[in-house]
């Protein structure tokens, strides 16, 4: 066991990340053996368009729970893959609406299979003891309700 694994919750930030890159590599081997060119950092826009067709910006950043420049990043990356594109909205000038190309929804038929697998998989991964998924769920309406930030603050002031 390493350090970070001994700290135990202080290290949690950490040690999810650490499973999240675990699972991105691993994904993208997966895609990879299926002989499709994608990077698994794009799955959060490219499944919202899928099942919302159109968005904004500003809309699919609310959607994925990414900030505004985390989402222009992704878009400027599957635009410049040609997986997506961009018009203006006839009825605001300032906002850019994001739909997916014919190529994108080609390369959606592609991974839907993987998609079932990558289901099944992870199931079986966050079907463990404490259930994964819904410790993940709970520990962010917990946030929501009141942020990581907002409660360390809130104790301080009670420590003082």
Known sequence: MNIIDESGILAISTRLQRLSEQLRKDGAMIYKSFGIDFEPKWFPVIFTLHHKEMLSVVEIANEIGYTHPSTISLLKELEKEKLIQSKKDKQDERRRLIILTPKGVELIEKM?????????????????????????????????????????????????
């Open 112 to 160: 839907k299979p993987v998609w079932e697998l990558v289901s099944k998989v992870l199931g079986e991964i966050a079907d463990n003891n404490n259930n994964l998924l819904a410790a993940i769920n709970e520990a962010e309406e917990k946030i929501a309700e009141q942020s990581f930030y907002q409660r360390a603050l809130k104790m301080k002031k009670e420590s003082e």
